[in-house]
């Protein structure tokens, strides 16, 4: 019932903001006991848990990434959204929005991914 759609730009050059937004139909994002992460996974590699926006609104970050990544929400859109500031190329990745339960963690709704390309 639950669907997630990223959206953004493919290309995003080196030093640049990404930029991608997460649209939620079939739930609420403020539906209590949901957290609303980002999950990213780079050619040849394994998924990377970017960060979540819980319930209540309060985002938590991976510690590799927090200094650069910010994750906001748009209520009456239903959306949320990913920020990732100063990228390069290592930052190239398919892009995923993902719901997850909260305690425990589980991971039951996936967007489709979008692919992120870093390049000049």
């Known amino acids: 019932q639950v669907q997630l759609q990223e959206s953004g730009p493919g290309l995003v050059k080196p030093s640049q903001t990404?930029?991608?937004t997460c649209t939620?139909?079939?739930g609420s994002i403020t539906?209590?006991?949901y957290g609303w992460s980002w999950i990213r996974q780079p050619p040849g590699k394994g998924l990377e848990w970017m960060g979540v926006i819980a319930d209540d609104a309060n985002t938590y970050y991976s510690p590799s990434l927090k200094s650069r990544t910010s994750?906001?929400?748009d209520t009456p859109k239903n959306q949320f959204s990913l920020q990732l500031s100063s990228v390069t190329?290592?930052?190239t990745a398919v892009y995923y929005c993902v719901r997850n339960n909260i305690v425990p963690i589980r991971y039951d709704y996936w967007g489709q991914g979008t692919q992120v390309t870093v390049s000049s």
Request: no cysteine; aromatic share 6%; glycine share 6%.
């Open 18 to 20: 990404l930029s991608l």
């Open 24 to 26: 939620v139909s079939g």
């Open 31 to 33: 539906t209590s006991y």
């Open 71 to 73: 994750i906001s929400r």
């Open 89 to 91: 190329p290592e930052d």
